[in-house]
């Protein structure tokens, strides 16, 4: 993709989808944010009716993917470039039932709403989670995007996975650092083998904790994920990197910067 610019539209949580639906007044948001050659990132897209917020949108259903068309061909008529981030929240996520992730250990936050204990998904479980992200990132394709973005970062599902403050797997799933970030490069390969490489993008931030969520050795995380992205040649990675005040060494603040790679 040919970018005239670089000022890119971060994805940006709304939560409302009513119903986990996309509704036509995001026809007008994310139009009036197109430019021509300009990059947008949908807000956080759930893969699968096991996890989401409270009225995010979901790209799981028929019905979901005819909801998403008009707001893509909004993009596509001002010139813009349009990537939807596929989502799952794992033990963040809110639906009533018990969230899963690649742990029980549960989030001890005050936050919105409390967060229900979350289940352990078994070693068999995994690839049908892999599973849901390909067929999501089928039916994004499907909708008109011209290409999605993995979410693995800010404490969701994925992260949880690669992170090993709350990774306590003793499976093919945990323990070193290749265990853990196996899921993410799962269902990496998974999608260029769907969609084609040029077409994924991911976000990742090994230096941030949010929800709970932090590694004991953030630097070499990030440049292992790095690295065997290479094998993929992905159309971009977007890495949060949250930095100390003061100091040039990256660690978990509240805030950060954002750094996109294309």
Known sequence: YLLFHRIVLSPLT??????????PHAILYYSQRATNGGLLIAEATAVSPTESYTDSPGIWTEEQVEAWKPIVDGVHA?????????WHAGRASNTGQAPISCTDKGLDL????????PRKLATDEIPAIVEDFRIAAKAAVKAGFDGIEIHAAHGYLIDQFMKDEVNDRTDE?????????????????????EISSGRVGIRI?????????GDSNPEEL?????????????????????????ST???PTKFGSYEKGF
């Open 205 to 213: 931030s090994p230096f941030a904790d949010y929800l709970e969520c």
């Open 249 to 251: 060494v990256p660690g």
């Open 173 to 193: 799933y945990g323990g070193s650092l290749e265990n853990r970030c196996r899921f993410a490069l799962e269902i990496v390969q998974a999608l260029t083998k």
């Open 14 to 23: 709304r939560q409302r989808s009513y119903g986990n639906v996309p509704q």
């Open 78 to 86: 001002k010139g813009g470039i349009f990537f939807c981030q596929l």
């Open 110 to 117: 005050d936050y919105r709403l409390p967060y229900s204990p």
């Open 222 to 246: 990030g440049m292992y994920m790095a690295q065997a992205l290479n094998e993929y040649g992905i159309a971009y990675r977007d890495r949060a990197q949250n930095e100390v005040r003061g």
